[in-house]
């Protein structure tokens, strides 16, 4: 299995902070590579997919680049709600493997 | 709207099956693959076991690969998850997922999610 690792786990920042997490996947997944937040007791949410495709309805302070094994995700301007666990996913081949999760806290 | 609604968790013995469902609607059911993804408790997400809209390709992970089995009723707008033989490491939410495309491995819309839980 391909394996996806985070970093760091986790980050504490401030309202008005960028902020960039990384993931590196075991081996090439070309693009295809998506990424998740997820607020307590609340299911995940797709907020980009094939590495920088913003999905509908996601505010553009999000983006995601990178391609082959090296992938990030940056929050331009961090705000309250988007304080979060962060998780990536390889979509190029079974098991489908998620990253380890970041978590984002208020500093 | 959008959405996917859980069913048929609970607290069940090691060895024991369970059968999970995901009843959809607000979108044409048939036009897209489907997935079950699962968390323990307090930990990270882990893709379970995907279907294309047509049930011709199906996929598992290695963890549940001959014990769980999924499959749709596309008349229905639902989804399953049969899980036999259940193990203590299996108790997790498990979570219902639409695919983003056909059978891209992105998911897009989730569930609420249902409780699992294996113990004696």
């Known amino acids: 299995d391909i394996q996806m690792t985070q970093s760091p786990s986790s980050l504490s920042a401030s309202v008005g902070d960028r902020v960039t997490i990384t993931c590196r996947a075991s081996?090439?997944?070309?693009?295809?590579l998506n990424w998740y937040q997820q607020k307590p007791e609340k299911a995940p949410k797709l907020l980009i997919y094939?590495?920088?495709s913003l999905q509908s309805g996601v505010p553009s302070r999000f983006s995601g680049s990178g391609s082959g094994t090296d992938f990030t995700l940056t929050i331009s301007s961090l705000q309250p709600e988007d304080f979060a666990t962060y998780y990536c996913q390889q979509s190029y081949i079974t098991s489908y493997t998620f990253g380890q999760g970041t978590r984002l806290e208020i500093k | 709207e959008v959405q996917l609604v859980e069913s048929g968790g609970g607290l069940v013995q090691p060895g024991r099956s369970l059968r999970l469902s995901c009843a959809a609607s607000g979108f044409t059911f048939d036009d897209y693959a489907m997935h079950w993804v699962r968390q323990a408790p307090g930990k990270g997400l882990e893709w379970v076991s995907g279907i294309s809209w047509n049930s011709g390709d199906i996929g598992y992970a290695d963890s549940v690969k001959g014990r769980f089995t999924i499959s749709r009723d596309n008349a229905k707008n639902s989804l399953y998850l049969q899980m036999n033989s259940l193990r203590a490491e299996d108790t997790a939410l498990y979570y219902c997922?639409?695919?983003?495309?056909?059978?891209?491995?992105?998911?897009?819309?989730w569930g609420q999610g249902t409780m699992v839980t294996v113990s004696s």
């Open positions: 094939a590495a920088s």
């Open positions: 997922a639409k695919d983003l495309l056909s059978y891209s491995h992105a998911f897009h819309i």
């Open positions: 081996q090439s997944i070309d693009s295809y």
